[in-house]
């Protein structure tokens, strides 16, 4: 365990003044979710947004709308690499996981057999995700998808405030959902919201939508008790405490259908404030040192073995590490001396027991083994630029390329 200045993989830091207005917004009705919603509909031109517990439930809301229209079809084609989070809301939505493979060179779908898997009646839709803010190819998708009565869900879960070539993401799909959680593009501690414009897709998730439950009293205590922790300890000099203590869970991606399902609470859409803003202004800090990292990884002959990460709004920069006895020296390297380079994702989805998939998935597992991020966030100071960029450099010179 380390003690001593430690950087999470990713942060989007709560500001004191948005507690504060988080706060206060529990003394007044719904107004502070209503001007959230106002705003975010405003952002995307989009007709339909709703304000949910987390970016799971999201695609858990989503995904139910989706079923209550098409009621006679079933599975869900994901990624088989994607965050754990996707797997646990489908299984929660009562539906069924039909993976398929990835490209590891763009960490988007392997096309070649993705067909296959949408010739299938009871496919009910097919999800896209925007993985660490990388665009995925929507409009390829909907190529793929073709006539085919198939909905596409852009799980943009990362990647708020991000753009590809036809505007921001998660406009194109049918339905769309973002995580406003910890370490997302910009946090309410925890949170989540889904975008849809088609008429009938809106007045499903209404009545979807309706019967969530609020947040309770205690529940909100303890989300502002945790705010003003998460405000305390999210800094480098702290966050090897909450690091080490297990039941955290921090930095791990679980498997889990039991979470718990609310409409965002006034106090979280308080602390949305100025998120605008507040969203630019983290946008272009990832920005720049995510161009540092690709100036860094090029200029030493690396490549980033990743199309375009330096044109995107990236929340942690991706980077595809071949070398394994490399990529693990760094990987300790960085645990030992607190600099936030980690692995991505456990396993490849099919890896969860309880999806019951024993195919193997090549791409996911190249992509599970090879990628590390390299942190983005502005709680990296000059000096741990420097110490990064001098391991990146180490790492060569002792494991080769
Ligand atoms: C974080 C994440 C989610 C889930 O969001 P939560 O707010 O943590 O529930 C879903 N999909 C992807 C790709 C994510 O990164």
Known sequence: MRVGRTLPPASSPIH??????????LFRTDSERVRFEAELKRYFGRQGCFLVSSGKTALVIALQTLKRIRPGKSRVVVPAYICFSVPSAIV?????????????????????????????????????????????????????????????????????????????LGTAGD????????????????????????????ENLSSVYGCLSEYSRFETTKLLLYAIALKLLIHPWLFWLPKALPFLRIGETIYDPGFPMRKLSAFQAGLSENWEEQLTALRDKRAHLARHWFSVLNGAGEGTNLRDSEHADLIRYPWRIENAARRKWLLAESERKGLGIVGTYPG????????????????AEQCVDQLVTLPVHPLLSARDIDVITELIHESKKLCGK
Do not use: M
């Open 348 to 363: 490849s989805v099919a890896s969860i027991p309880e999806i019951g998939d024993n195919n193997v998935y090549p791409g």
């Open 16 to 25: 004191w003044g948005n507690i504060l207005n988080g706060i206060a917004a």
């Open 175 to 202: 339905v769309a959902i973002f995580s406003l959680g910890r370490g997302k593009a910009f946090s309410t501690v925890e949170g989540g919201i889904v975008l849809a414009d088609d008429q009938t897709i809106r």
């Open 92 to 168: 929660r939505a009562g539906l069924d996981v039909v993976l398929c493979d990835v490209d590891p060179a763009t960490l988007d779908y392997d096309y070649s057999n993705l067909e296959q898997v949408l010739d299938d009646e009871k496919v009910l839709c097919v999800l896209t995700g925007h993985l660490f803010g990388r665009p995925a190819a929507v409009d390829r998708l909907r190529r793929a998808i073709g006539p085919r009565p198939v909905y596409l869900i852009e799980d943009a879960a990362q990647s708020l405030g991000g753009r590809d070539a036809d505007g921001y």
